[in-house]
């Protein structure tokens, strides 16, 4: 995309990514209706390694899949499995509301740790606007209605464990392509989700559609964690944090269309809050350079 600086190329990669990981969770969630959590995961990461094997065939990076090995990436993935099995684990248990809402303290986390180890600068109001976009969510996933429950606790771990998974990839060599990284996440997932499953499951055979609901995850997933990787190495961290509250707005736009779920009066404010914040970010991006969020500069 060419004329666009590093992190208005950050931001759009970053609302694909949200995007396609809510599509990726619609169709687990399906999948869901007929298998316990661990084997949908067990099945989506196996529909991850093998669609994405070929393909890295195709692209000419298979001499990179040995890099699946590197440190960072096995790190990196680990802690996407760790936020996946939480969240699947907590769902079993507690409202997806609850979870979403826990989920939404990602950005705020990832944005310390940015601050901690990476050293980026940010103004207040920039922090004003995260801080704000973080209550647009709350309003639009408004937890609690049904009681506190310990099991909820499973979103903040999920939470916890995606901003220290997107801290580490951001540090990936940048010669390691994307998509291997996504790739090696689907193995990974095949590994913890299918012990997990054996120990803590009774797994069923799937039906036809349920098999194609977790294939079609799979592709999407794979997807998702190479728009995600590609957004972090374009921008700050700063810039494209804010979008990644995007995933409530497209949650909602999947529970109207697929799940026949509605939006009430704060979840649409919820999502004016949001929009608001998301274009104060872009608008801040484009101002003088004192104003900017960070140096821009992919690492």
């Not at 599509?23 to 084997?39: T, V, W, Y």
């Not at 408004?142 to 310990?150: H, K, N, R, V, W």
């Not at 939470?159 to 090696?184: Q, S, T, Y």
Request: net charge positive; aromatic share 8%; glycine share 10%.
């Amino acid at each position: 995309m060419r004329g666009l600086s590093g992190n208005s190329l950050g931001i759009i990669l970053m609302v694909l990514s949200t995007a396609c990981f809510t599509i990726n969770d619609s169709l687990l969630k399906l999948a869901m209706h007929e298998l316990p959590p661990f084997e949908a995961l067990f099945l989506r990461g196996l529909g991850s390694t093998f669609l994405g094997l070929p393909l890295l065939a195709a692209l000419g990076f298979l001499k990179f899949v040995p890099r699946m090995l590197d440190g960072r990436v096995q790190i990196r993935n680990l802690l996407e499995l760790t936020a996946a099995m939480g969240f699947v684990a907590g769902l079993a248990y507690v409202p997806i509301a609850d979870l979403t809402a826990l989920g939404q303290t990602s950005p705020l986390l990832l944005l310390i740790g940015a601050m901690v180890f990476f050293k980026e600068k940010l103004t207040g109001l920039q922090i004003g606007l995260i801080v704000l976009a973080f209550a647009g969510a709350l309003l639009v996933a408004q937890p609690g209605a049904s009681g506190f429950s310990p099991y909820t606790l499973f979103g903040l771990w999920s939470a916890a464990a995606v901003a220290a998974r997107d801290l580490v990839g951001r540090k990936i060599k940048l010669e390691i392509p994307g998509l291997v990284v996504a790739v090696g996440a689907g193995a990974i997932e095949i590994i913890g989700a299918g012990l997990a499953g054996l120990l803590l499951e009774s797994w069923t055979m799937p039906s036809p559609l349920t098999l194609a609901f977790a294939v079609g995850s799979s592709v999407f997933l794979i997807l998702a964690h190479w728009l995600l990787l590609n957004a972090y190495r374009a921008a700050s961290v700063a810039a494209v944090v804010p979008f990644l509250y995007m995933s409530t707005i497209w949650a909602l736009i999947s529970g109207m269309l697929i799940f026949g779920t509605f939006p009430n009066a704060l979840a649409l404010c919820g999502i004016a809050v949001i929009m608001a914040s998301g274009v104060a970010v872009v608008a801040l991006e484009r101002w003088p350079k004192k104003a900017v969020i960070s140096d821009g500069h992919p690492l």
